[in-house]
């Protein structure tokens, strides 16, 4: 702001950590691993995958009350698990109908191992999810 610190309602944060001269968009545009690029990252991946918010949705089966799974089911099938605690959790999901699949994770483009006929076991740290792509197995 180029108003006086006197007629601002609380001061600005001026530290050399926190503050404005060093968290600001000029300077998260310039760092890669920043929160705005990891955001913007976010958006792009969700607006390229139109399932998210139109495809039917399935809930999946995890005993863990903390992981809240389900598949969207649409011009292609996307599972979101996501992790609502404050510490890192194992989920088994239930995902026989897809054995053979092979989960992508849509952030980072990483293959996971491929469904099997067992609950597929993944492990989400604090607050944690996932966006996978269920894709058929090439070759």
């Known amino acids: 702001s180029t108003a006086d610190f006197e007629q601002l309602y609380l001061p600005p944060l001026a530290g050399p950590v926190y503050g404005y001269q060093a968290v600001n968009v000029e300077a998260q545009e310039r760092n890669t691993s920043s929160f705005l690029h990891w955001l913007r990252n976010l958006i792009a991946v969700r607006g390229t995958h139109p399932?998210?918010?139109?495809?039917?949705?399935?809930?999946?089966?995890?005993?863990?009350?903390?992981?809240?799974?389900?598949?969207?089911?649409?011009?292609?099938?996307?599972?979101?698990?996501?992790?609502?605690s404050r510490f890192a959790q194992p989920a088994e999901l239930e995902l026989g109908r897809f054995s053979g699949?092979?989960?992508?994770?849509?952030v980072g483009r990483i293959a996971f191992p491929p469904v099997g006929e067992q609950r597929y076991l993944v492990t989400l740290s604090p607050y944690g999810f996932y966006w996978f792509s269920l894709e058929e197995p090439v070759g």
């Open 51 to 84: 399932d998210f918010g139109t495809a039917v949705l399935e809930l999946v089966s995890v005993e863990n009350p903390s992981i809240l799974a389900y598949v969207r089911s649409g011009s292609e099938d996307i599972l979101c698990v996501f992790n609502l």
């Open 101 to 106: 699949r092979v989960p992508v994770e849509l």
